[in-house]
């Protein structure tokens, strides 16, 4: 299968399709991504060179591009992703979000192709007590959750309107390899091995439900293969964290390995002003998945966390081009400014 995924130059997107290229030799993978702050090709540098990847760069709400295309089925990582970001300005979240996705919608309908949307627990908001199920009510709190809630409800009418076989994701918290320093744990490992302030919103005591991102992309994958038409699915790690916690857990292994004072670290913990309409707690109920498609997250999440210091340890060079800017020149050093379009 010729596979469109969009997005694939972000986090869980350059995750995922390291995992196909790996998993499955059968497909070809054509990564279209915009390459916005949150795009990096660095992170994809291992497969590049690979017969079964392609690279363009494009924007999922460009119809003409995609209607060039020749693919077989798309799966739409492409979000504008950051919380914080979306009450700074919320207009590139509706425009790659949601009419990003129509877009996307539009190419699969010409094609009767199928379509998997990678969405996320947020758009459920928040719970005091139980889980989410995919029968919980949508009730998105910060403008992100709600254009990804809104792209949700569109993938939902395409497929009862057009007949469409469209499925959708929902999961919980990702941590790992190549995880954009702004989102908590990167932005706590990053800062404490530079020395700076690590800013906790409001009390700390928000709780959040974590997963391997490597367990998020085996998750995609099964969905992908397996789902029928019309199916939603959640996917979370059973592992609910409070913030503070998980930052305390953080400092106190990057004194280990490093060799820093853990008081020193501890200092750097900084209560600030609480993120506007922050969520309580996430919490995410993945038995539909685990019963119907037989899937379990595997990593543990002391283990996985320490596995994901050492790689911003390993990879400290990644994350400083990043801090720096200088991440944003490694497309047209590979490319060229006339590469894409
Ligand atoms: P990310 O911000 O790291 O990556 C997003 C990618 O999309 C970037 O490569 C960016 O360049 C690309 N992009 C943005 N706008 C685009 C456009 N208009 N056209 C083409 N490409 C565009 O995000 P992520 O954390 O990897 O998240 C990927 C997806 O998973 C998103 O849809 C997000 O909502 C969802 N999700 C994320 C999490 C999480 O914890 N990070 C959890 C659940 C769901
Ligand atoms: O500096 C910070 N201080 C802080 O206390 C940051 C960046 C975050 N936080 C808190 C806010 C949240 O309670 O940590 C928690 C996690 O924050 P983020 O990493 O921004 O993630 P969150 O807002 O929970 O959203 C994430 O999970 C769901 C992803 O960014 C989304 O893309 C995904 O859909």
């Known amino acids: 299968m010729r596979i469109l995924v969009t997005g694939g130059a972000g986090f869980i997107g350059s995750n995922f399709i390291r995992h196909m290229l790996a998993m499955h030799p059968e497909h070809t993978i054509t990564n279209l991504d915009k390459l916005t702050y949150a795009g990096n090709l660095e992170n994809l540098k291992d497969v590049e ?103 949700d409800l569109l993938v939902r009418a395409y497929h009862e309107t057009f007949g469409m076989d469209l499925t959708i994701t929902r999961c919980s918290n990702n941590y790992g390899p190549y995880q954009f320093p702004e989102k908590l744990i990167p932005l706590v490992i990053s800062s404490a091995l530079q020395g700076r302030q690590i800013p906790v919103y409001g009390d700390g005591r928000n709780v959040r439900d974590w997963i391997h991102v490597n367990d998020h992309c085996r998750a995609i994958d099964l969905v992908f293969h397996r789902a029928r ?94 801090i720096s800017g200088e991440y944003l020149n490694y497309y047209t050093s590979q490319y060229g400014e006339g590469f894409g379009r």
Not at 55 to 76: G, V
């Open 49 to 151: 060179d690979l017969p079964s990847y392609a690279f363009i760069k494009a924007d999922i709400c460009n119809n003409t591009i995609i209607d060039s295309l020749e693919f077989d089925a798309i799966i739409n990582f492409a979000a504008e992703s950051h919380v914080d970001r979306s009450i700074l300005d919320s207009s590139p979240f509706l425009q790659t979000n949601v009419i990003g996705t129509q877009s996307l919608l539009e190419a699969a309908k010409k094609r009767s192709c199928r379509m998997l949307h990678v969405s996320t627990d947020e758009v459920y908001g928040s719970i005091d007590w139980g889980f989410f199920t995919e029968e919980s009510p949508i009730m998105p709190n910060s403008p992100y959750a709600a254009s990804k809630a809104s792209s």
């Open 229 to 322: 038409a019309g199916d939603i699915y959640n996917i979370g790690g059973r592992n609910e964290q409070m913030n503070i916690d998980i930052i305390k857990s953080l400092l106190a292994m990057i004194a280990e390995k490093t060799g820093t004072d853990k008081e020193t670290l501890f200092g750097l913990i900084t209560f600030v002003k609480d993120r506007p309409g922050h969520d309580r707690r996430y919490a995410i109920d993945p038995t539909k998945i685990e019963t119907t498609l037989g899937w379990e997250h595997e990593t543990d999440f002391d283990k996985g966390l320490s596995e994901t210091v050492d790689w911003y340890l390993a990879n400290r060079a990644w994350w400083s081009r990043i």
